[in-house]
T-cell receptor, first 108, second 114 residues
Framework: QQQVKQSPQSLIVQKGGISIINCAYE??????FPWYQQFPGKGPALLIA?????SEKKEGRFTISFNKSAKQFSLHIMDSQPGDSATYFC???????FGDGTTLTVKP | GAVVSQHPSWVICKSGTSVKIECRSL??????MFWYRQFPKQSLMLMAT?????????EQGVEKDKFLINHASLTLSTLTVTSAHPEDSSFYIC??????????FGPGTRLTVL
């Protein structure tokens, strides 16, 4: 049973638009929800993370929205840029569980 | 963020040989290290978790005799792929976690078995 479900699988956004990636989790014991960005041939890099005691966290153009009751969290990338084109993974701490990834393409 | 290195970044070997991949935390002490395997355009698959000084905990379906993990110090973990075969070709990524909750990833090692 996959513990973290991520959607969409791929996303195409125009430059300047908002990219939204969603994740849902099962285990209420998870207490830390990071998002990672991965470029081809590279390891994932921590982008932003949130704990369940807050509903939103913003760092620059990146925002995590967290809905504890729905067991969902999402990544919003404002003013998306071509350099944001990468694969994004959500995760949940407990057993280092990752979503399947979302390939984001930002068109110039 | 903290820095995790991996060596080598890529390796090509003949079938039947063993390959060792090193993972180092450069500026923090990693009490826990994780090893992942990633196939093209797929997510990271956790292979095993290791705590310094103790045996690694392998995920279901991962052969512990084939993928030997050693976490002998707080800054070094190694993954040895024994008797490698072409189906072991993959991108192997380690990550490390200290006392804080954040997990930092290495740059990955591309293994190609001929």
């Amino acid at each position: 049973q996959q513990q973290v479900k991520q959607s969409p699988q791929s996303l195409i956004v125009q430059k300047g638009g908002i990219s939204i990636i969603n994740c849902a989790y099962e285990n209420t014991a998870f207490d830390y929800f990071p998002w990672y960005q991965q470029f081809p041939g590279k390891g994932p890099a921590l982008l932003i993370a949130i704990r369940p005691d807050v509903s939103e966290k913003k760092e620059g153009r990146f925002t995590i929205s967290f809905n504890k009751s729905a067991k969902q969290f999402s990544l919003h990338i404002m003013d998306s840029q071509p350099g944001d084109s990468a694969t994004y993974f959500c995760a949940a701490r407990g057993k280092s569980t990752f979503g399947d990834g979302t390939t984001l393409t930002v068109k110039p | 963020g903290a820095v995790v290195s991996q060596h080598p970044s890529w390796v090509i070997c003949k079938s039947g040989t063993s390959v060792k991949i090193e993972c180092r935390s450069l500026d923090f002490q990693a009490t826990t290290m994780f090893w992942y395997r990633q196939f093209p355009k797929q997510s990271l698959m956790l292979m095993a978790t290791s705590n310094e000084g103790s045996k690694a905990t392998y995920e279901q379906g991962v052969e512990k005799d084939k993928f030997l993990i050693n976490h002998a110090s707080l800054t070094l973990s190694t993954l040895t792929v024994t008797s490698a075969h072409p189906e072991d070709s993959s991108f192997y990524i380690c990550s490390a976690r200290g006392r804080a909750v954040e997990q930092f990833f290495g740059p990955g090692t591309r293994l190609t078995v001929l």
